[in-house]
């Protein structure tokens, strides 16, 4: 890997300040020391970061765009991002805003390895947008998780993941909720014949991800979501490659820990790591997204133009079933509604609560 990433970062400085800021963390990012103790002639022309444009947008905010040597990254995740915003997330003056990702870049890492059309695909569903909701709350036992799945199964949802709080506590271990989760879902689909995954949630050290993604395959199983924020980029790359026949949903967890646009983070960098699915908090329900953020990001995750597969947009975070119509005309067809507590309401009329669901998104029309 060669060349630049141009990235942007936001800055809240003073006119006067602002240059002797953007060349600070182009040094910051790159060789963070003095130049004057530099004397090698590549890494002063080759490495050094350089401050390609700084803008102006207003109310003391600066967009500065950086020039990273792209060789810098190593074709490693955790490398990239520490290169990306490592030293200079300390400063709480600084957003990482935006990051072009260069052709060389996006092959290094791949994106999905089945995007919009293999999640399609395992549907048969080539035109709707999909539905999805999630088993809450932690606590319960596998059997009773298990029984909630079938009864969204029976509803006729596409996806049913875990919560992601869901790991292998003492009272649902994973390898016995997998199993009967995975045997729940297999009874609503053998009465419904739509073929729902199941979702289950990954979570512990690489050893430990490895073995629970293992046993899910073995399980029949083809989808897992796991929180990259959480497991660390470079273990999210590692297992995308070694698990390439399973599609990967990427929760968002931690991702408003550090100053990096959620927009970026989830819809771009999740994305070019092999996201497959992006979960992201939907305006309007639990979390302070703005639509804006919500649009610039479901635009990132569909690029059509990177060489990447696209990935699908999963608004969530308290979403309710009156919502729908509203939903779908904001992202469009390419995109699945996670609904969760607001179907858990329905306790024991789920299943018709989720057929009603999916009616209604399969009954909706595009303006």
Request: net charge negative; glycine share 12%.
């Amino acid at each position: 890997m060669t060349g630049r990433t141009i990235v942007t970062y936001r800055v809240r400085a003073d006119a006067a300040g602002i240059e002797t800021r953007a060349k600070g963390i182009a040094v910051e990012q790159s060789v963070e020391m003095p130049l004057e103790g530099i004397d090698d002639p590549h890494v002063l022309s080759d490495i050094v970061g350089t401050v390609e444009q700084i803008s102006d947008i207003g109310d003391g905010l600066f967009d500065v765009r950086i020039g990273l040597a792209t060789e810098t990254f190593g074709g490693e995740a955790g490398q990239m991002l520490n290169m990306l915003f490592g030293n200079t997330s300390l400063h709480e003056d600084v957003v990482l805003w935006d990051a072009a990702i260069p052709e060389s870049l996006a092959k290094t890492f791949g994106g999905p390895r089945h995007g919009i059309d293999g999640l399609r695909f395992r549907l048969k569903l080539h035109q709707r947008a999909l539905t999805g909701s999630a088993l809450k709350p932690q606590g319960l036992p596998a059997s009773e998780l298990a029984l909630l799945a079938e009864r969204f199964a029976r509803g006729g949802l596409d996806f049913v993941k875990d919560d992601h709080g869901l790991a292998d506590q003492s009272y649902s271990r994973f390898a016995e909720r997998v199993r009967a989760c995975a045997e729940g879902i297999a009874r609503g689909v053998r009465s419904t014949g739509h073929p729902t995954r199941y979702i289950p949630s990954v979570t512990g050290n690489l050893d430990q991800m490895r073995a629970q993604l293992t046993l899910l395959r073995e399980e029949g199983l083809d989808c897992a979501m796991l929180a990259p924020m959480i497991c660390g980029f470079s273990t999210f790359q590692t297992l995308v490659r070694e698990f390439a026949d399973v599609a990967f949903f990427a929760h968002p967890s931690l991702g408003g820990a550090a100053r990096i646009d959620p927009a970026l983070l989830i819809g771009k960098l999740f994305r070019l790591m092999g996201a497959d699915a992006v979960i992201f908090p939907n305006f309007g329900g639990r979390f302070g997204y703005s639509p804006e953020t919500c649009r610039r990001l479901t635009g990132f995750a569909r690029a059509a133009n990177d060489g990447l597969r696209p990935a699908l947009p999963v608004p969530a975070g308290g979403m309710t079933l009156a919502r729908t119509a509203e939903i779908l005309d904001f992202h469009g067809p390419d995109t699945m509604l996670l609904i969760g507590g607001n179907l858990l309401l329905a306790r024991e009329s789920i299943a018709t609560e989720s057929e009603h669901f999916t009616r209604a998104v399969g009954g909706h029309r595009f303006a």
